[in-house]
């Protein structure tokens, strides 16, 4: 009986992820998928696919040059080949059956944020069920399906690697929840939460929240937790291992690299989850709760000597070894870098849309530990939400996380207040009920702050939404895409797109490892017209690109009003350039480097 409600119930739940996914592809196709055509700045999905092309045209698994960005030679970028090898297959797979590259690549670039939606949406739907009940999972259909269309990174070209990693993490965070009653479920739970980590260190913080807690409710409930603490410390430790052999070249195995999985992640996750594994297996270890909370001791101590002995550099901050240079003309202008107090200053619509539905969440998973209906679901759930909005208080990308485990909480409260309309129908608890459906969908908060917001603006100048100002549409580079392959000097936020759509090379993208390319540029669009001609000539530049109305020129021009871009800007083109006929007055304006000869 038992098994055959399980069987139904999952049922139900793909159904109702399926439904939200379809309904998704059925809204972007009505729209004739405007993302592919217009990325709208989504400069990691265009690099990412790349990535993948230069892995088709036969670059080294283990080769991660990005070798048409940067300086000659390239640079070494920091993402894995664990997001390439899938889209690869899947490519190649479409290619086979359609006959054209071409479209296989916008297949994929359709299909898969959809798949990912689709999953992140039952792995949601699952939590909540596993947290609240069956009754939660209409509002979980509703409310996720809302939170994750608005976060906007299951849209058509998002390729890159924020959806497969909150995917992954709301897998695990599920597996978690149902464990109890799931032999296997701990086991892959720990495998997802490791591959979310080998796909990007941004996930770090929630791989290693769920790893504490399944840590601490072992610690405290030997009997009921000890298989599921087992389990995952195996899943976590032998998944690290595979990882770690099959990415790495064993020429690179002793190197230590702090932003992408390496000896040093596969160090801390490997013992991490094999000591985890071990002290839920050795009697010795966990036959009390003194001697687990030794053994925990032990383990972490031992963690911690090998961070602060082996790996020193690793606990400075993310972008403290950063040139000061990039960090105030780059990374202090990247939106999702920025912090609540940064948005507050900058933006407050965008702090009410961003940050009011976890809040909200918080004040619930408070008001259940008040009142000591504590359970493990809670520790598991209120954990990663409050690592979510911490990390989202520093850097704004962590909402993309908070704002969906908020889901689960939320769903719980429509779920109480549906419950209470049934059973005792008054306009009160209807009125209850229907409040607590507008609070919970994120959308509705970030209306109503926009609205205000604009409410309170003067004078704001109407956009022409028919011009491609910031360059974001694959249109605005036709005209570069059909010259003879050159180096183009071009700000960062031109660099991704000029390679997806163009087979040139660039020197400035916004990544961080690309230290010597983007200095490069800053010296010669911020510098005099002679420095750009002394940097154009050495670096042997065929082109010039220039935007007038992306963010990042109207950012160089006023930080240099003398400088070369500055003067380009104002129409002044120096006697070594010449304007690319038929592109003056477009949203990119080309000039031709005169031949010294």
């Given at each position: 009986?038992?098994?055959?409600?399980?069987?139904?119930?999952?049922?139900?739940?793909?159904?109702?992820?399926?439904?939200?996914?379809?309904?998704?592809?059925?809204?972007?196709?009505?729209?004739?998928?405007?993302?592919?055509?217009?990325?709208?700045?989504?400069?990691?999905?265009?690099?990412?696919?790349?990535?993948?092309?230069?892995?088709?045209?036969?670059?080294?698994?283990?080769?991660?040059?990005?070798?048409?960005?940067?300086?000659?030679?390239?640079?070494?970028?920091?993402?894995?080949?664990?997001?390439?090898?899938?889209?690869?297959?899947?490519?190649?797979?479409?290619?086979?059956?359609?006959?054209?590259?071409?479209?296989?690549?916008?297949?994929?670039?359709?299909?898969?944020?959809?798949?990912?939606?689709?999953?992140?949406m039952f792995f949601i739907i699952r939590a909540a069920r596993?947290?609240?009940?069956?009754?939660?999972?209409?509002?979980?259909?509703?409310?996720?399906?809302?939170?994750?269309?608005?976060?906007?990174?299951?849209?058509?070209?998002?390729?890159?690697?924020?959806?497969?990693?909150?995917?992954?993490?709301?897998?695990?965070?599920?597996?978690?929840?149902?464990?109890?009653?799931?032999?296997?479920?701990?086991?892959?739970?720990?495998?997802?939460?490791?591959?979310?980590?080998?796909?990007?260190?941004?996930?770090?913080?929630?791989?290693?929240?769920?790893?504490?807690?399944?840590?601490?409710?072992?610690?405290?409930?030997?009997?009921?937790?000890?298989?599921?603490?087992?389990?995952?410390?195996?899943?976590?430790?032998?998944?690290?291992?595979?990882?770690?052999?099959?990415?790495?070249?064993?020429?690179?195995?002793?190197?230590?690299?702090?932003?992408?999985?390496?000896?040093?992640?596969?160090?801390?996750?490997?013992?991490?989850?094999?000591?985890?594994?071990?002290?839920?297996?050795?009697?010795?270890?966990?036959?009390?709760?003194?001697?687990?909370?030794?053994?925990?001791?032990?383990?972490?101590?031992?963690?911690a000597l090998v961070v602060v002995l082996l790996f020193p550099?690793?606990?400075?901050?993310?972008?403290?070894?950063?040139?000061?240079?990039?960090?105030?003309?780059?990374?202090?202008?990247?939106?999702?870098?920025?912090?609540?107090?940064?948005?507050?200053?900058?933006?407050?619509?965008?702090?009410?849309?961003?940050?009011?539905?976890?809040?909200?969440?918080?004040?619930?998973?408070?008001?259940?530990?008040?009142?000591?209906?504590?359970?493990?679901?809670?520790?598991?759930?209120?954990?990663?939400?409050?690592?979510?909005?911490?990390?989202?208080?520093?850097?704004?990308?962590?909402?993309?996380?908070?704002?969906?485990?908020?889901?689960?909480?939320?769903?719980?409260?429509?779920?109480?207040?549906?419950?209470?309309?049934?059973?005792?129908?008054?306009?009160?608890?209807?009125?209850?009920?229907?409040?607590?459906?507008?609070?919970?969908?994120?959308?509705?908060?970030?209306?109503?702050?926009?609205?205000?917001?604009?409410?309170?603006?003067?004078?704001?100048?109407?956009?022409?939404?028919?011009?491609?100002?910031?360059?974001?549409?694959?249109?605005?580079?036709?005209?570069?895409?059909?010259?003879?392959?050159?180096?183009?000097?071009?700000?960062?936020?031109?660099?991704?797109?000029?390679?997806?759509?163009?087979?040139?090379?660039?020197?400035?993208?916004?990544?961080?490892?690309?230290?010597?390319?983007?200095?490069?540029?800053?010296?010669?669009?911020?510098?005099?017209?002679?420095?750009?001609?002394?940097?154009?000539?050495?670096?042997?530049?065929?082109?010039?690109?220039?935007?007038?109305?992306?963010?990042?020129?109207?950012?160089?021009?006023?930080?240099?009003?003398?400088?070369?871009?500055?003067?380009?800007?104002?129409?002044?083109?120096?006697?070594?350039?010449?304007?690319?006929?038929?592109?003056?007055?477009?949203?990119?304006?080309?000039?031709?480097?005169?031949?010294?000869?």
């Open positions: 009986m038992g098994t055959a409600r399980g069987t139904s119930a999952g049922k139900s739940d793909i159904a109702f992820a399926l439904l939200a996914a379809l309904l998704l592809l059925a809204l972007n196709a009505c729209a004739g998928f405007p993302q592919l055509a217009n990325p709208a700045g989504d400069n990691d999905s265009l690099l990412q696919l790349v990535e993948v092309r230069d892995l088709l045209a036969g670059q080294g698994w283990f080769d991660l040059h990005q070798y048409r960005m940067g300086l000659e030679g390239g640079f070494v970028m920091h993402w894995s080949r664990l997001l390439d090898a899938p889209l690869a297959l899947a490519i190649l797979a479409v290619s086979a059956l359609t006959g054209s590259t071409a479209l296989a690549e916008q297949i994929v670039q359709i299909v898969w944020p959809a798949l990912q939606f689709f999953l992140a596993a947290f609240a009940g069956a009754h939660a999972v209409l509002p979980a259909a509703v409310v996720g399906g809302a939170a994750l269309y608005y976060i906007g990174i299951f849209s058509p070209g998002a390729l890159d690697h924020h959806n497969v990693q909150l995917m992954l993490t709301l897998a695990s965070l599920a597996l978690l929840l149902e464990a109890p009653t799931h032999r296997s479920a701990a086991f892959v739970a720990g495998i997802c939460a490791t591959l979310t980590l080998a796909i990007g260190m941004e996930s770090a913080p929630y791989a290693g929240a769920l790893g504490a807690v399944v840590a601490l409710l072992f610690l405290g409930n030997r009997d009921g937790e000890r298989l599921i603490a087992r389990d995952f410390g195996l899943g976590v430790a032998g998944v690290s291992a595979l990882v770690f052999v099959t990415t790495i070249p064993v020429s690179s195995w002793g190197q230590a690299q702090c932003d992408t999985f390496s000896v040093v992640q596969f160090a801390v996750t490997g013992l991490a989850g094999a000591g985890l594994a071990a002290i839920a297996s050795l009697r010795a270890a966990n036959a009390t709760a003194a001697r687990r909370l030794i053994s925990f001791g032990l383990l972490a101590v031992t963690l550099q690793c606990l400075a901050a993310p972008y403290a070894h950063l040139d000061p240079r990039l960090q105030q003309m780059w990374l202090g202008h990247i939106e999702e870098a920025q912090s609540i107090v940064q948005l507050v200053s900058d933006d407050p619509a965008r702090v009410v849309a961003r940050f009011a539905t976890p809040l909200v969440a918080i004040v619930l998973m408070a008001l259940r530990l008040g009142h000591g209906g504590w359970r493990r679901q809670d520790s598991l759930v209120g954990a990663l939400l409050i690592v979510a909005v911490l990390v989202s208080a520093w850097e704004v990308r962590g909402s993309t996380f908070s704002i969906a485990f908020a889901v689960i909480p939320l769903s719980a409260w429509i779920a109480k207040w549906r419950q209470q309309a049934e059973t005792s129908p008054s306009s009160g608890s209807m009125l209850r009920m229907a409040a607590a459906w507008l609070i919970s969908v994120n959308a509705i908060w970030s209306g109503a702050a926009q609205a205000a917001s604009s409410a309170f603006e003067t004078g704001a100048p109407a956009g022409d939404a028919s011009i491609d100002a910031p360059c974001n549409s694959k249109a605005s580079f036709a005209a570069l895409g059909a010259m003879t392959p050159t180096t183009v000097l071009a700000i960062s936020n031109l660099g991704s797109p000029i390679l997806a759509f163009t087979g040139h090379r660039v020197f400035a993208g916004p990544y961080h490892r690309n230290v010597a390319g983007n200095l490069l540029v800053f010296d010669a669009l911020l510098g005099s017209a002679a420095d750009a001609k002394a940097i154009v000539e050495s670096h042997h530049v065929g082109l010039v690109a220039l935007c007038r109305g992306n963010t990042e020129s109207r950012l160089f021009a006023a930080k240099a009003p003398d400088g070369f871009l500055a003067g380009l800007m104002r129409g002044s083109v120096p006697d070594w350039l010449e304007p690319v006929a038929g592109t003056r007055g477009t949203p990119l304006e080309l000039y031709r480097v005169k031949s010294s000869g």
